[in-house]
């Protein structure tokens, strides 16, 4: 299985990141002349692929400027409607159900408030990274403006 989420591709390109990986993007070409040296690599990306790469953001950071209350309340939402599909579940399939969503609120089973408790932390993380993100792209984009 793939860990790869598509961002854009062609026939020579595919543009991608990584599933759980929200600080890199991947850009892989075929076809195309490259120079590597020791920590540089350059590769040019012809002018067809940059115009449809460029059309595509690179992060979600939507989480960035949640409040802790709204983080609590999406928690809530998203674990209360777990619980139920849990409890509507048919029992062979409860387990299933279980571990959809698992990486962010732990198993449906669990108790309500550390299903909670795991998601608020989880989208706390992300907001953190989402904020750490935005700080570096403003700052790289301050430095490519020329001085006043």
Sequence with gaps: MSTKATIAY???FHFYHEVLDDSYVYLELEQVQ???SYNRVMVPIPVHIWEVIRQYPGIDLSWADKSDAEILDHVSQNVDERLRNYE???PDKRGWVSICGGLVYGNA???RNEQIEQGVAYYQRLREHQQQVKVAIAELQQSQRPPA
Excluded: H, L, S, V
């Design 88 to 90: 509507a579940a048919e």
């Design 10 to 12: 062609g026939q020579t």
């Design 34 to 36: 490259f120079e590597a």
């Design 109 to 111: 089973d669990a108790p």
